[in-house]
């Protein structure tokens, strides 16, 4: 069991010589949130400015392109729980003067960067994300998959996230379930979401403050149609229609055919739009004391208010002023 009282924090700041400046005494406030469709962490802290031993001020230790390392002890020693570059510094006068940073993890690179990308036909989707990942330079950690063929890509000014996103919604589409791309000690690592044990309770009577439970059909799909190549007068047959919710009644839609390799292949990504979509939307966010390891993709245990089950942290927000954090979940599956 944690002791959440006992949890403490660092940032440090690399300098070019690769010394580390420890900056727990000039923290005035960190946070740092992992959000759902998006690949980076970002980091923001507010940092009392004060002069070093060697005459500059702390300011000048951290200008932007710098380092830092997120430190985190709760009982087993410093741990890192994150690694960035400096994006965005702002400096602010008072009675004492401060200045507050933004950084983001290496995955920033990727969403920030446009390109032009070609794979070939029955490149496995790992292969891909790999490929990127080494052209931007960051290091592979643990690559698991998805070791699924893709059909032909063709990127055209999209951004590399954009394209790593894409490329695991085919992936998905073409049976290779939920894959989530994140970083750990600057490098990217290629997981199934849920493997992470222990698996931590939250419940309602010991650690949850608060419960959010939101569900809607707003977005909801109850039909897909997968319709066929266009004949010379430009019909298009519809060669298959798979239902699901249909008791919301008729919410359709589409999925062309030449898309993809087959008929089969069509059909699993309608398959894959009405379990990703033929379910009422569900929005649930807990607020709970921190722990500064857990992040998007881990699963939880909460059982507070409409809230039951197994879930999968889908955004997640920690604030090391006051050791809480917000989580927003999703179901398993």
Do not use: C
Not at 122 to 150: F, H, M, N, S, Y
Not at 176 to 189: L, N, P
Not at 196 to 222: C, K, M, R
């Amino acid at each position: 069991m944690i002791d959440v009282a006992k949890i403490r924090y660092d940032l440090a700041v690399i300098l070019p010589n690769g010394d580390k400046i420890r900056l727990y005494e000039a923290l005035r406030s960190l946070s740092w949130e992992e959000n759902s469709g998006e690949l980076a962490v970002r980091l923001e802290a507010e940092i009392q400015n004060k002069q070093m031993s060697d005459g500059e001020w702390l300011h000048q230790k951290m200008p932007l392109g710098s380092q830092v390392v997120l430190l985190s002890e709760w009982g087993e020693g410093w741990q890192e729980v994150f690694r960035g570059t400096i994006f965005n510094w702002h400096y602010r006068t008072d009675p004492l003067g401060h200045f507050t940073i933004t950084a983001y993890d290496p995955l920033i690179y990727l969403a920030k960067s446009k390109d032009d990308r070609y794979y070939s036909s029955g490149t496995l989707a790992r292969v891909i994300i790999e490929d990127i990942a080494k052209a931007w330079q960051i290091p592979l950690g643990t690559v698991e998959g998805p070791d699924t063929a893709l059909a032909k890509q063709v990127f055209r000014g999209r951004t590399l996230a954009d394209m790593i996103f894409d490329v695991l919604d085919q992936a998905k589409k073409r049976g290779a379930g939920k894959w989530i791309v994140r970083s750990k000690q600057g490098k990217i690592d290629i997981i199934r979401p849920g493997q992470n044990s222990p698996v931590y309770h939250f419940g309602a009577d010991d650690n949850v403050a608060q419960v959010e439970d939101q569900q809607d059909i707003e977005d909801l799909v109850t039909r897909v149609k997968i319709v066929g190549a266009e004949d010379k007068e430009g019909r298009a047959p519809v060669v298959a229609m798979l239902d699901g919710r249909t008791e919301f009644g008729v919410l359709q839609d589409l999925v062309y055919k030449e898309q993809y390799d087959n008929l089969a292949a069509a059909k699993a990504a309608a398959q894959d739009i009405l379990a990703e979509r033929g379910q009422p939307r569900k929005k649930r966010r807990i607020s709970a004391p921190d722990l500064p390891f857990l992040r998007r993709g881990d699963k939880v245990h909460i059982t507070a208010g409409t809230i039951s089950g197994y879930y999968l942290v889908a955004g997640i927000v920690h604030n090391a002023n006051d050791r809480t954090m917000a989580l927003e979940v999703e179901d398993v599956g």
